[in-house]
């Protein structure tokens, strides 16, 4: 368990800029630095969690990315007790798990932001520019103690347009104190008309919202909050305008206390942050388009390639340290498109991917680099081991009888394979050699292993 001290002790003021990095690995190190530093923001890089909290009992950073991965299990009492020690940071949590009930609690803990391994450069620079951008927001409420502070926190942090509703409604109806809250989408045309995007309680009927709508006092023209008493009892109801009116507002009904001014102001921002959200949820899916996992497999892509080659590298630091790279094509891929289609093929490619990663460790990465083609990394794997894995994927892909589509396909791959440093000293010569022995076997027999020539050589023939 973390260090959850009633009276931590004085933490000196970094600059507001300052992110924290708790990875265990250096692998999207530099990546992350660079893009980060294009911000303007000073990293610091944690690799354990002893580490990060020798750091925070000295200063506090502007934002903290933590990989959940380093924390211990069960994660959910971890996440809340660094919420404790780092009561004024903006956090950001980064997960190989996509399971809702992890993010939400992530999110319900007061992380800001949710991100999915592996993370791109740019996902990461957006979440900490969206990050500062909510801590000026929040800088401008004069408590910020306040519990709208802690709801805005929780509707930035949420990943989807529902979640942003829902989180904001149920945010509004504690702030205000009411008994129901919706979403709508008007139209000037009436009451039947109007669509409800979300509400809460969630089985609110939604004859019973239209019904206590006041849409004959809903001046379409200017905009403004309106309040009024309800039909058949002492509780009022509001309609707050959204930035997209006449078309979005939201409508809460049932307040028991007075709607003064401060309570408007206080709906009114929590509103504001939503859809600014609601905005950053439609950018960042743009943003997401520069990720690195291969949209029709799930597999890493090309992108990653370069930076999981670069760590791969980097971790040979002695002479008996090595790493293979398989290069992966499959036999005859044009006429399963032919035969079957190109709908089939490309489900077929997918079933393809799941295969290979289904034969190799959990810790070596699998890409698509292309059409048909794929590439495996195996750490701390010489040759000779790299050739016996190789050789269970081609048995694998051989042997089995792929149903896609209910269309029966057989199928085999032709697998080229080159070692660092035994066969190149760079990343660049590594995977063309890999792509060369690939090649060579696909001449020859096809459904075969080929290893590149090593380095040695390739240097002899050279000098003849």
Not at 52 to 72: F, I, K, N, W, Y
Not at 137 to 144: A, G, H, N, R
Request: aromatic share 8%; proline share 5%.
């Amino acid at each position: 368990m973390l260090n959850s001290s009633l009276e931590p002790p004085m933490k000196k003021a970094l600059p507001d800029a300052t992110v924290f990095v708790l990875q265990e690995t250096d692998e999207m190190r530099h990546p992350y630095e660079t893009a980060l530093k294009a911000l303007g923001s000073q990293i610091v890089w944690f690799h354990s969690i002893t580490a990060l909290l020798e750091g925070a009992a000295r200063s506090e950073p502007m934002a903290l990315v933590v990989d959940l991965e380093c924390l211990r299990q069960p994660v959910e009492p971890e996440i809340e007790n660094l919420r404790a020690q780092f009561p004024s940071t903006e956090l950001v949590a980064l997960s190989a798990s996509d399971t809702s009930q992890l993010a939400l609690q992530c999110i319900r803990s007061g992380f800001g932001d949710f991100l999915l391994k592996p993370t791109s450069p740019e996902e990461l620079a957006y979440s900490i520019r969206k990050a500062r951008q909510r801590r000026e927001f929040i800088s401008k409420i004069q408590d910020p103690r306040a519990r709208v502070v802690r709801a805005i926190t929780q509707i930035t942090g949420c990943t989807t347009p529902t979640l942003v509703r829902l989180f904001t409604l149920e945010s509004l109806l504690h702030s205000v104190g009411a008994k129901g809250a919706a979403w709508l989408s008007l139209d000037k045309k009436g009451p039947e008309f109007t669509k409800v995007l979300c509400s809460v309680p969630k089985r609110t009927p939604i004859s019973k919202i239209v019904f206590d709508l006041p849409f004959e006092k809903i001046n379409f023209e200017e905009g403004r909050p309106i309040v009024m008493k309800n039909r058949t009892a002492e509780t009022r109801k509001l309609l707050l305008p959204c930035r997209d009116f006449p078309q979005g507002a939201i409508f809460i009904w049932g307040i028991i206390p007075k709607v003064t001014a401060k309570v408007i102001s206080a709906a009114t921002i929590l509103t504001d942050q939503a859809e600014m959200s609601l905005l950053n949820i439609h950018k960042f899916e743009e943003v997401k388009q520069q990720t690195f996992v291969d949209d029709l497999t799930g597999l890493f892509n090309l992108r990653y390639l370069k930076y999981a080659l670069t760590n791969s590298i980097l971790r040979c630091k002695e002479p008996e340290q090595k790493f293979s790279v398989l290069f992966i094509d499959v036999d005859h891929f044009k006429k399963v498109n032919d035969r079957h289609s190109h709908l089939v093929g490309s489900e077929f490619l997918v079933t393809i991917g799941k295969t290979i990663k289904n034969s190799v460790r959990r810790i070596d990465p699998v890409f698509r680099y292309g059409g048909d083609e794929f590439v495996v990394i195996l750490n701390d794997t010489p040759t000779e081991g790299a050739k016996e894995i190789a050789e269970r994927i081609r048995k694998n892909i051989e042997r089995r009888l792929f149903v896609v589509k209910e269309q029966r396909i057989q199928t085999t791959v032709s697998i080229g394979l080159a070692t660092y440093p035994e066969h190149a000293a760079d990343m660049e010569t590594l995977l063309r050699l890999a792509d060369e022995a690939m090649y060579c076997a696909k001449r020859e027999t096809r459904n075969a292993v080929h290893i590149a020539f090593p380095l040695e050589k390739r240097q002899a023939q050279q000098g003849r």
